[in-house]
RNA sequence: GCCAGCGUAGCUCAGCAGGUAGAGCUACUGAUUUGUAAUCAGUGGGUCGGGGGUUCGAGUCCCUCCGCUGGCUCCA
């Protein structure tokens, strides 16, 4: 940072334009004019670099304003942000992050100081009349200290230090029983939902340990479905085959569920103006880091869900009561975070994720939890489709959970098993009302899944409004629902739900409309082949043909690594009289023709999507993705 | 981001008294034509995560960067 400091005798400015970096909230900052007798005014223009040690490079610009003002006795000071100081001149947004800790720095150092703040961003004319004496004049050029203590609460929104200091009262709730709240959620009788003394462990302690990495890890590379990549940031994937397989799948199930019952599938920008004024209190408000990007001078984030661009476009939509509820859907790809490196946690965590994102205006409350309910039952249908259980969290600002007990008590005989409730005194975030799925994996962890919440911020702040039955104009309540939670998470969920399998001795497998491979033929021998081609195209599903040569016996345990649901056996003797010896992952082998075949798995397919395999048919012509 | 551990062939791992790298699987070639979880033989394959240093000599010791995992923290 370059600071000019001018000990003058008066000093007047007053805004004349806007430059193309002009911000609105800079304006009501600072004013657009100002003038003042004997002061130290402080020019100043925010250099590349200083972004690295923000508090640093504020820190040593204020000790030496300190300095001077006690120096010349003066008690008037002007900030000034003077970009001509420079030639490599930072972003606008740490330019007025420094101004900004400078001017409250200042104040807070030293009460007696006027402070006088010149907006950021604007044309302005000012006059100074310099005194001349030796001190009057000083040019210095300031650069960011690195080393031990770095500037690691930069980024801290509001809700990060607000959640810091949270305070949560923890009850249980269980179905069917009136107004049943169990005291303290310590009292609950854990013994028949021991997931959900882990969940309630897990959230109240806050404590989690672990000396093994989670099993998902190892499964998503055998199976050959995720992988890390090293040439992205880390918690960015790629996705062979299988897996992108799987996810579309998942990804299709969802979206098929939120638009038949109602959602509006749009799409929205990735990116968003770091400085647009609606946007910017938005990111105060949600507790997570994001990735930051320039385009010439401007700076752009990366989404970290699709809110802000369904909310944009419901500002601009004219919407009656006769409207509502109005549901705006979206399946992210992708949502961004910038998770703190050491956060990261295989598919269960990641930096670039894809998420279904649901928002439903509602006319009024009771409008808002009709469709939370049935916004929830989406979400158990969700989960049992992909054959996860889980467990429920709810978390209550106390006003809703006392004004709305039915609607609590609904939710959780919904859910057919006792729920976890947090409640809080006061709202930190921008929710009244949370549901949660969490998932709890083969190390005793919680992963929230779906969620369905009741926002009573957002319309206000985006200015999302409709017209009720009198031609007025009102604002909506909003309900947030992702309802299966991250694609790449419930794909966690599943191979941490094989792992347990398999740690009890199980045979571990996909929901079949799921798996990747769900029939393969072998062959007894080569001289088979021609048999094994003509059942290959008389079952239309994800079928293939293990041509290799290599044993049977090979070909066999293969399958099984592979958790392939079918494994037909084809030989002499299922070649004289056209029936089929299938294997299943229970380690029955059936004799079956191909039409009883075909009725069973039609049967496991339905409401289910499907699409061909993504690999080549012939075994032999598959390349090997991980060793 | 902080602290700790780890990083050797495509995969899983051995090698650590500092002396110039090894196994199994995979791949490739050949033999074999097989009845429900691994047929046999042969051949390939490595800037020991990147960079720097100590040393006559470094996979091995030191520094640094990157990545992964665990903890803190945080979350869909």
Redesign the pocket.
């Known amino acids: 940072m370059r600071i000019l400091l001018i000990h003058a005798n008066s000093f007047s400015f007053h805004v004349t334009g806007e430059t193309s970096v002009a911000l609105p909230a800079e304006l009501d900052k600072a004013g657009s004019e100002g003038n003042v007798d004997e002061a130290l005014v402080a020019f100043m223009a925010a250099e590349k670099g200083d972004d690295k040690n923000i508090a640093s490079v504020a820190d040593q610009v204020v000790q030496e304003i300190l300095r001077l003002t006690s120096q010349l006795g003066t008690q008037n000071v002007v900030v000034y942000p003077y970009a001509h100081l420079s030639s490599l001149l930072s972003s606008p947004r740490v330019a007025v992050k420094l101004l900004d800790e400078i001017y409250s720095c200042l104040k807070s150092k030293n009460e007696l100081l006027v402070v006088m703040r010149a907006p950021f961003g604007y044309y302005k004319a000012f006059e100074i009349s310099c005194k001349g004496h030796p001190l009057s004049e000083l040019a210095k050029t300031i650069t960011p200290t690195t080393g031990a203590e770095?500037e690691?609460a930069e980024e801290e929104s509001e809700?990060?230090k607000a959640?810091?200091s949270l305070e949560s009262e923890w009850v249980i709730m269980a179905p069917g029983e009136k107004s049943a709240y169990y005291g303290p959620a310590e009292d609950f009788p854990f013994k028949k939902r021991p997931n959900l003394k882990k969940l309630f462990k897990?959230e109240e302690s806050?404590?989690?340990?672990?000396?093994?990495?989670?099993p998902h890890?190892?499964l998503m590379?055998?199976m050959e479905l995720v992988d890390?990549e090293?040439g992205s940031?880390?918690?960015n994937f790629r996705w062979y085959p299988k897996g992108q397989l799987i996810k579309r799948l998942a990804e299709t199930y969802v979206s098929n569920l939120i638009t038949q019952y109602g959602g509006m599938q749009v799409e929205t920008p990735i990116m968003y103006d770091y400085q647009h004024p609606k946007l910017h209190s938005y990111l105060q408000r949600f507790?997570?880091r994001q990735y930051v990007l320039l385009s010439d001078e401007k700076e752009y984030f990366l989404r970290f869900?699709a809110c802000f661009g369904q909310y944009l476009i419901q500002h601009d939509m004219q919407i009656s009561h006769n409207h509502l509820p109005s549901k705006l859907y979206e399946l992210t790809h992708y949502?961004f975070?910038r998770?703190?490196?050491?956060?990261?946690?295989?598919l269960?965590?990641?930096?670039t994720?894809t998420?279904p994102d649901l928002h439903t205006l509602a006319k009024d409350v009771e409008q808002a939890k009709e469709e939370f309910v049935r916004q929830v039952d989406l979400a158990i249908q969700c989960m049992e489709g992909f054959g996860l259980d889980f467990e429920v969290a709810i978390r209550l600002v106390k006003d809703f959970a006392d004004g709305n007990k039915a609607f609590v008590e609904d939710l959780v005989s919904r859910c057919g098993r006792p729920a976890l409730i947090e409640l809080w005194e006061e709202r930190f975030f921008y929710f009244v009302a949370k549901l949660?799925f969490n998932f709890i994996d083969a190390?005793d962890?919680?992963?929230?899944?779906?969620?369905v919440q009741i926002d009573v911020e957002n319309p206000q702040r985006f200015d999302i409004t409709y017209v009720d039955d009198k031609g007025n104009k009102q604002y909506p309540l909003l309900l947030h629902a992702?309802i299966s939670?991250?694609i790449?998470?419930v794909l966690y969920a599943m191979l941490e739900a094989q792992a347990l399998r398999m740690k009890k001795g199980k045979?571990a497998q996909f929901p079949f409309w799921l798996a990747p491979v769900q029939l393969r033929i072998i062959p007894?021998?080569?001289?088979f082949d021609q048999n094994c081609k003509d059942v290959f195209t008389k079952i239309p599903y994800r079928i293939d043909y293990d041509d290799?040569?290599?044993?049977?016996?090979?070909k066999?345990?293969e399958a099984?690594?592979e958790w392939v649901p079918y494994?037909l056996?084809?030989?002499?003797?299922?070649?004289a009289d056209g029936h089929l010896?299938v294997?299943t992952r229970d380690g029955a082998?059936r004799k079956m023709a191909i039409s009883e075949l075909l009725a069973e798995i039609e049967s496991r397919m339905t409401g289910k999507p499907f699409l061909d395999l993504p690999l080549p048919k012939y075994v032999s012509r598959r390349p090997?993705f991980?060793?």
């Open positions: 770095k690691g809700a990060i959640e810091k897990y806050g404590t989690r340990t672990s000396d093994q990495p989670p890890i190892e590379r055998r890390y090293p940031d880390p918690g507790p997570a869900a949502s975070r998770e703190q490196s050491g956060e990261l946690a295989g269960k965590r990641l930096r994720f998420m949660e190390l962890k919680a992963a929230c899944l779906s969620t992702s939670g991250s790449d998470r045979k007894v021998s080569e001289k290799r040569d290599i044993s049977m016996g090979r066999i345990r099984e690594k494994i056996v084809l030989g002499a003797k299922e070649a010896s294997r082998q090997i991980i060793g």
